[in-house]
């Protein structure tokens, strides 16, 4: 089976703030001020994990991966790490939007990373451990 990234490398769930009392009374207030529909939202995501105080996203540029490289970085390696190697614009683009999609944690890349991992280690499997596709008879 192929390697796991760990979950909290994925995790999109705020997390419960630790407010001051200060802070809790000015939240309520907040809440208790917002329209019927705002509030709806709220409480759909939950009261205790909605964060009126949250600063905004970083850029895109400064976001990082697992390993404190940026986008621009990782993109700089791997395509240094295939040498004079002659690469289209169509390559290129798939690398940058894998490279975009785990550093900003969308699902559909870990799915890709993921089968991209089973699918190599499967290729390194002698091939008598190998399961082939049969379709059913009809």
């Not at 000015?26 to 759909?44: H, N």
């Not at 940026?70 to 169509?90: D, H, K």
């Not at 990373?113 to 390194?124: G, H, M």
Request: charged fraction near 30%; proline fraction near 8%.
């Amino acid at each position: 089976m192929a390697p796991r990234i760990p979950a909290e490398l994925f995790e999109t769930r705020p997390e419960i703030q630790n407010l001051t009392p200060e802070q809790e009374a000015l939240k309520r207030q907040i809440y208790e001020k917002m329209r019927p529909s705002r509030r709806k939202f709220i409480d759909r995501i939950g009261y205790e994990h909605w964060d009126p105080f949250q600063e905004p996203n970083h850029p895109l540029d400064m976001r990082v991966d697992a390993g404190m490289r940026t986008t621009q970085q990782l993109m700089t390696a791997f395509l240094q790490s295939l040498g004079n190697e002659e690469i289209s614009e169509i390559y290129r683009k798939g690398a940058l939007d894998c490279a975009m999609g785990l550093i900003t944690k969308d699902e559909k890349y870990r799915g890709v990373f993921d089968f991209c991992l089973w699918y190599y280690e499967s290729l390194q499997k002698p091939k008598t451990q190998l399961s082939h596709y049969t379709p059913p008879s009809k």
